[in-house]
């Protein structure tokens, strides 16, 4: 079989050129008004949109501390056009560059203020958030199988929650219930012995709450003995979740974090690479585990690579093996998906143009 070529930033009509020329401005005037930002900052984020539309991709600055791993992953990206750039690798960089323009990781009292806090203490300060996590209190500690479509379902559905996508997507259209893969039965048989299961977090807020949920179930019942949560080192994606987003969903829900959870990060989660690029250590950190549980939609497109799949591809001709078995719980919001039956593929074709990218979608789906 070919491997198609990767999705790239300025194709006409595809996402990717959506998302930096309709999602990026709304998100920098965001980030703007999230802080009292200094004249230099506004300017230096606005100048990053700007090349990042029309320009070509300028480096970091000689001081960046993580010089030497963009100097490792650039992929002969820095000095072309962004417009040629891989979607996977340029939605990284955007995000490392936005990091730079208010000065993250500059001494001063910039330091470390993470750009996109504002959003997602709104989201967590969010009352629905009471109602909408009620039902975790009738939930059991036997392995019932009722429950775990219930937790496996909150975990898919609470990706639909990231801010950046929300920039862009009107909020009105309801998620589906229907899951287009639905592999929790594989997940459940992936347990029958209980053994450390790996989650890669996604989102914090909402989404990292159901993952929570998730993994407090499967170490009640038993079924996993433990669960390393692997979190992004720095922020990412808006609102991808740091150790101190995770801490802040303990909170929100209620129930500190198991003794037999661990949090864990590692810098290749911020990397413009997809999981065939996983360095040694961090691919043997995943390969002793059980089942590795690969959160929301960037990870998807890390898993099976970013590239303009037909849908009916078979997953396992798709998704990278890592050694390990791993399950993919996401919302579809990217044109990136494998693994559909044909007849599925036509049926949403004809009545939703925009199920590949809308959220209302979501999968459980096993490699
Ligand atoms: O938070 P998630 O589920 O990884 O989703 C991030 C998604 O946002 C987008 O980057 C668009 O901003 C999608 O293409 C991407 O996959």
Request: hydrophobic residues 45%; charged residues 25%.
């Amino acid at each position: 079989m070919l491997t198609p070529p990767e999705l790239l930033v300025g194709t006409p009509g595809r996402y990717a050129r959506e998302v930096f020329h309709q999602r990026h401005p709304t998100l920098i005037d965001r980030v703007a008004a999230a802080h009292p930002y200094t004249t230099a900052q506004r300017a230096a984020l606005g100048a990053l949109l700007d090349e990042s539309l029309t320009g070509e991709i300028r480096p970091l600055p000689g001081d960046a501390p993580d010089l030497a791993d963009w100097a490792a992953w650039d992929r002969g990206q820095v000095g072309r056009p962004w417009a040629d750039a891989p979607f996977l690798w340029a939605e990284s960089y955007f995000y490392r560059r936005i990091l730079d323009a208010v000065d993250y990781f500059r001494p001063g009292p910039w330091h470390g203020v993470d750009p996109f806090r504002p959003m997602k203490d709104a989201e967590l300060a969010d009352p629905s958030l009471d109602s909408d996590f009620g039902w975790v209190a009738s939930l059991g500690r036997e392995r019932d199988e009722a429950d775990l479509a219930t937790v496996v379902r909150a975990a898919v559905f609470g990706n639909r929650a990231d801010i950046s996508f929300r920039l862009q997507e009107p909020a009105g259209d309801a998620p589906t219930d229907e899951l287009l893969v639905d592999d929790t039965a594989w997940l459940r048989a992936a347990l029958s012995e209980p053994g450390p299961v790996c989650l890669i977090a996604d989102n914090g807020g909402r989404e990292v709450m159901a993952d929570l949920v998730l993994a407090n179930w499967l170490l009640d019942t038993g079924l996993a003995t433990r669960v390393t949560l692997h979190v992004k080192p720095a922020p990412y994606y808006v609102s991808d979740a740091t150790a101190s987003d995770v801490d802040a969903a303990c909170a929100r829900l209620g129930r500190p974090l198991d003794a037999r959870v661990a949090v864990r990060t590692h810098s290749f989660w911020c990397a413009p690479l997809a999981f065939g690029d996983l360095p040694a250590d961090l691919r043997a950190d995943l390969a002793g585990h059980r089942l590795v549980v690969a959160k929301g939609d960037l990870n998807y497109r890390r898993l099976v690579g970013d590239r303009d799949w037909d849908p009916t591809t078979p997953v396992r001709a798709a998704a990278t093996d890592l050694g390990v078995p791993v399950v993919a719980l996401r919302t579809c919001k990217s044109e990136v998906v494998v693994g559909l039956d044909a007849a599925t593929v036509a049926r949403l074709d004809a009545a939703e143009p925009r199920w590949r990218v809308s959220g209302r979608h979501g999968m459980a789906q096993a490699r």
